[in-house]
């Protein structure tokens, strides 16, 4: 069965600083991954995914990440935090081959920014 | 990727009573999927509705709690039935491709 596990409940950065999310999954073929975020009081929005040969995928609001096979990670990052960044993020998992689109959502990731 | 609207936004309900979840997609879409976010915690998927058939539950999850109705490709509702404190979550439908509706956000007292 596939899982994703993401490291860190919270995290914490100064305005500027490197941001870097991680998120490991298990699965038995290389999966779809994908990486959400969640503003207060607010739905979820899709930071980038994960469904092709590309290892380094770019998303929206600068942030970005690389799938390592070998590592089975697919962490996140963002060179320069802003305050507006501070939001929870959750990293998920679909089956490469499974076309009904359900995903399996790790645990989340509280990124707080500090001024 | 499909946008989805979803209603309402957040309702305060009563013990014992019944709230029932809108979602409306832009665009005609085969599977529809309904997922709960209990207070703090991840996402957990509840069904896959499909179009002309019974809706999917995951383990966990019974009709009888949560109906799911799909009358056509573009709309899907999700009834919480009988409800509790313990149901008051926020509540998402999705659609392919990877698209999530804003989120109900139920408090029951």
């Known amino acids: 069965a596939q899982s994703v596990t993401q490291l860190g409940s919270h995290v914490s950065v100064s305005e500027g600083a490197l941001v870097l999310l991680r998120c490991n999954y298990s699965s038995s073929v290389p999966p779809y991954l994908f990486w959400y975020v969640q503003y207060p009081n607010q739905g979820l929005q899709l930071l980038l995914k994960y469904t092709s040969a590309a290892t380094l995928v770019k998303g929206i609001n600068g942030f970005e990440a690389e799938f390592k096979k070998s590592e089975t990670s697919f962490h996140l990052t963002k060179p320069s935090a802003h305050m507006s960044d501070a939001a929870e993020y959750f990293c998920?998992?679909?089956?490469?081959?499974?076309?009904?689109?359900?995903?399996?959502f790790g645990s989340g990731t509280r990124l707080l920014v500090r001024p | 990727s499909a946008v989805i609207s979803q209603k309402p936004s957040r309702d305060i309900c009563q013990r014992g009573t019944s709230l029932t979840i809108q979602c409306q997609v832009d665009s005609q879409v085969t599977m529809m999927f309904w997922y709960r976010q209990q207070p703090g915690q991840s996402l957990t998927l509840i069904a896959t509705?499909?179009?002309?058939?019974?809706?999917?539950?995951e383990s966990g999850f019974v009709i009888d709690k949560f109906p799911i109705s799909r009358p056509n490709l573009t709309f899907s509702t999700l009834t919480v039935s009988n409800m509790s404190p313990e149901d008051s979550s926020i509540y998402l439908c999705?659609?392919?491709?990877?698209?999530f509706g804003s989120g109900t956000r139920l408090t029951v007292v």
């Open positions: 998920a998992v679909s089956d490469r081959g499974d076309s009904s689109y359900k995903l399996i």
């Open positions: 999705s659609a392919p491709r990877y698209t």
């Open positions: 509705a499909n179009q002309g058939s019974e809706a999917t539950y």
